[in-house]
């Protein structure tokens, strides 16, 4: 049994086949799909989804590439659909300095008031970051100060790229790290990540339709290629892939409290 903590099914790519997609999940193995907001419409299909299948659970968030988009009155509708029984986190949200598709002073107040959205509400977070490694840290480390639960992990670092130092700073403040397709290409800083951290600290996740794991890297991902994420794992750890599943599922239901 696997799950998919981090996916994008929602997306018009999925509209000619969503049911064969979910099929193909669950005949690999995929018991949960957290279908992952990046602006409010989005958000609002996660729920959708989350109705039509049993299987799918919804996060709600604005991607920072959308966050000069992100109004107040957006950040309430957010809260309002959060009340769900489906919605088990906040995001994503988070920084991306490396496109600056919205200014960098808007990610951060966007990232700032999620987060804060987050606390109120008790959830977990899933965080989005590229090329902005020092800012995202200091932001997290201020808000896990005071966001601690104990036994509860406070979210995860999505496709996670930083390297083993600054990985074992997110696990002592209480984050897990969500592993990807890249790990599948030949040289991945994940590989690294994957090899040398705790089991008990590892999530894994498609992202899909983007990071298409080798082989079938190059065209659109689905939540069934997830199994190539864990036979990688088991290799490089050099065990049965049978515990890396059991391991990560069970992280992804710690931490988005799921009902399996
Ligand atoms: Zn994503």
């Known amino acids: 049994m696997l799950v998919d903590s981090h996916a994008h099914i929602d997306v018009r790519l999925y509209d000619k086949d969503r049911d064969q997609v979910m099929d193909r999940a669950r005949e690999a193995g995929v018991a949960a799909v957290v279908n992952v907001g990046c602006d409010l419409d989005s958000s609002g299909a996660s729920i959708r989804l989350a109705e039509r299948y049993a299987d ?6 604005f991607h920072p590439h959308n966050a000069a988009k992100m ?7 957010l809260a309002e659909l959060a009340q769900h029984p489906k919605v088990v986190a906040i995001g994503e949200t988070g920084l991306d ?16 008031r999620q987060l804060e959205l987050a606390h109120r509400l008790e959830l977990p977070v899933i965080i989005h970051c590229r090329n902005a490694q020092e800012e995202v840290l200091s932001i997290l480390e201020e808000w896990a100060r005071r966001s601690k639960q104990a036994g509860q992990p406070l979210g995860v670092l999505h496709c996670f790229s930083g390297d083993i130092g600054l990985a074992q700073r997110y696990i002592e403040m209480g984050f897990l790290l969500s ?7 030949s040289s991945s800083h994940a590989l690294e990540i994957a090899l040398n951290m705790p089991l008990e600290k590892l999530v894994i996740e498609t992202d899909c339709p983007f990071l298409t794991p080798h082989p079938h890297r190059g065209k659109r991902n689905e939540p069934s290629y997830l ?14 892939s049978e515990l890396v599943e059991e391991h990560t599922t069970e992280n992804a239901i710690q931490l988005f409290r799921l009902p399996l």
């Open 97 to 112: 300095f490396y496109r600056n598709l919205s200014p960098r002073e808007d990610q951060i107040e966007a990232f700032k």
């Open 179 to 185: 592993i990807a397709g890249p790990i599948t290409y």
């Open 56 to 61: 799918v659970f919804a996060a709600l968030g």
């Open 71 to 77: 109004s107040d009155s957006d950040l309430e509708r």
């Open 227 to 240: 199994s190539f994420v864990v036979e990688k794992i088991s290799e490089i750890r050099g065990m049965p």
